[in-house]
């Protein structure tokens, strides 16, 4: 009678447990919002790139099990960044993602200077304290076509954050 309930509770600590391990959070560099997570990093290279390069930009390890019962498994996380210039010159390392918490400058979406051809863009800001974070972009075909590219250099891991917390040393003399 109680194997089964105890079955079903042993189900959902697990899951709660490998769950939370897929998750790893890219905060706001500048307030700590959270903008996005490694698992909606995508790859979309843009034509106009300067530069693109694979590499694991974030100091924490993407961890994910085949099923409940199979051991939990370790994985680099490797992303692809590129080094995107604007009309001005200025240059941007980017990551694209499919999903982000962030707020557009405005509703006004243009075509002009895009880093990818057929795709229109705005400017995303952090949503709590405004900074730069990145741009969004959507297909002038299909509104439902859509990625954001995000500034690798405002961003940091919720993981690499907890290593940054250093216990306090006293010296002994
Ligand atoms: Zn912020």
Request: with cysteine; proline share 4%; glycine share 2%.
């Amino acid at each position: 009678m109680l194997k089964p309930i105890l079955g079903l509770y042993l189900y959902f600590f697990v899951k709660v447990i490998t769950d939370n391990l897929i998750t790893s959070n890219l905060l706001c560099k500048s307030c700590g919002n959270q903008l996005t997570s490694l698992k909606y990093l995508i790859n979309k290279p843009s034509p106009l790139a300067l530069k693109s390069w694979n590499t694991s930009i974030f100091h924490s390890k993407s961890k994910y099990t085949h099923s409940l019962n199979q051991s939990i498994q370790h994985k680099e996380n490797l992303a692809l960044i590129q080094l995107l210039e604007n009309p001005q010159g200025s240059h941007f390392e980017l990551i694209t993602v499919n999903k982000a918490n962030v707020h557009f400058l405005n509703n006004t979406k243009s075509i002009a200077d895009t880093w990818f051809p057929n795709f229109k863009w705005t400017i995303c800001l952090c949503p709590h304290c405004f900074i730069h974070i990145g741009w969004y972009f959507e297909s002038i075909f299909d509104t439902n076509d859509f990625f954001f590219r995000i500034l690798v250099k405002n961003l940091f891991d919720e993981d690499y954050e907890d290593n940054l917390i250093i216990e306090p040393k006293f010296k002994l003399y």
